[in-house]
Nanobody, 125 residues
């Protein structure tokens, strides 16, 4: 299983950006998916995650209404659409996947066995 994250870059405050995470080796349909972010000196935090079944999707409060997780089964790719970006959204974003996560643990990065490399998102004020 390999995850390849892409799409990071420099964005102006208030702007939009979309991150992609291409998954190879397995079908996304059978995996729980997550996006996490980390700022130097701080702990990694979950941003948004989706259970194996699409009806279970979670977004942390600080990005609710602005960020959306989605997936394209045909492309085997998971996305993080980020709107109304703020400087505090600046971080290294990473995607993760795992075939067996109980919903109560879906926000915990330790639940995920497969990770893509991080991609830097910088929001300028």
């Amino acid at each position: 299983v390999q995850l390849q994250a892409s799409g990071g870059g420099l964005v102006q405050s208030g702007g939009s950006h979309r991150l992609s995470c291409a998954v190879s080796g397995v079908s996304l349909d059978n995996y729980a998916l997550g996006w996490f972010r980390q700022v130097p000196g701080k702990e990694q935090e979950w941003v948004s995650c989706s259970g194996v079944t699409d009806e279970y999707a979670y977004v942390r409060d600080s990005v609710k209404g602005r960020f959306t997780i989605s997936k394209d089964g045909a492309k085997n790719t998971v996305y993080l659409q980020m709107n109304s970006l703020q400087p505090e959204d600046t971080a290294v974003y990473s995607c993760a996947a795992d075939p067996s996560i109980i919903l109560s643990a879906i926000r915990d990065s330790r639940s995920y066995g497969y990770w893509g490399q991080g991609t830097q998102v910088t929001v300028s004020s």
